[in-house]
């Protein structure tokens, strides 16, 4: 089973609509992140959180929110989403780890279109 | 601020070639450096990684070498593969003095490398 998993993989909405993605994690990490992918642009991150109750806005977190209702689990809401959110979303977790490299591990991704 | 700037894509080689792609980046304290790796339809996976200056980081028969002097960690492979072909992210976690990671990752704009037989 993967590590890091992402519902839905594949969303087709309309503007104004609200679309929530979620996240999970089996890897018993505390940070889990949330970026998005354009091409040309690398992954950007929208929101991050070193634990339940640390949530912080990343470098494009307008337009975004988030919610983390657990340790393994953390959802990223589009209150109402517009076209230039169509992109491809993922979800990463990490611990700090013995040398402090934070490596991350990603999940599969969510391709969401906004028509 | 931190920023990572990887060569311009898309580069396309033949089988058994050898490959360079650049990456430099600008970060204050002592980043942690890495390459990602995304094959179609998937997403990113951990290629390597270097923490300190002049770490060598190898895997799959990639390298890269952590340059403090030039701020480079550019990937080389010395032949690859069409297996190989995929959009490879380069990316830093910066850290403070007593190597605490500050946890976000910057990335670079990613390469595209096709390789044909």
């Known amino acids: 089973d993967a590590d890091v998993t992402q519902t839905p993989r594949n969303r087709i909405t309309k503007t104004g609509k609200r679309i929530m993605l979620e996240c999970s994690q089996t890897?018993?990490?505390?940070?889990m992140y949330w970026y998005r992918q354009d091409p040309g642009l690398g992954l950007r991150l929208i929101y991050y959180?070193?634990?339940?109750?640390?949530?912080n806005k990343g470098e494009i977190s307008d337009g975004y929110s988030v919610s983390r209702q657990a340790q393994a689990k953390f959802s990223l809401s589009l209150e109402s989403a517009i076209p230039n959110q169509t992109a491809l979303y993922f979800c990463?977790?990490?611990?700090?780890?013995?040398?402090?490299?934070?490596?991350?591990?990603f999940g599969p991704g969510t391709r969401l279109t906004v028509l | 601020g931190n920023s990572v700037t990887q060569m311009e894509g898309p580069v396309t080689l033949s089988e058994e070639a050898f490959l360079t792609i650049n990456c430099t980046y600008t970060a204050t304290g002592y980043p942690s450096l890495f390459w990602y790796v995304q094959y179609p339809g998937e997403g990113l996976q951990l290629l390597l990684k270097?923490?300190?200056?002049?770490d060598k980081g190898s895997n799959k028969g990639f390298e890269a070498t952590y340059r403090k002097e030039t701020t480079s960690f550019h990937l080389e492979k010395g032949s690859v593969q069409v297996s190989d072909s995929a959009v490879y992210f380069c990316a830093l976690s910066p850290r403070n003095a007593g190597g605490t990671s500050y946890g976000k990752l910057t990335f670079g704009q990613g390469t595209i490398l096709t390789v044909h037989p």
């Open positions: 890897k018993g990490h505390d940070r």
């Open positions: 270097a923490t300190k200056a002049d």
């Open positions: 990463a977790t990490s611990d700090l780890g013995p040398s402090g490299g934070n490596e991350q591990f």
């Open positions: 959180s070193f634990d339940v109750k640390d949530i």
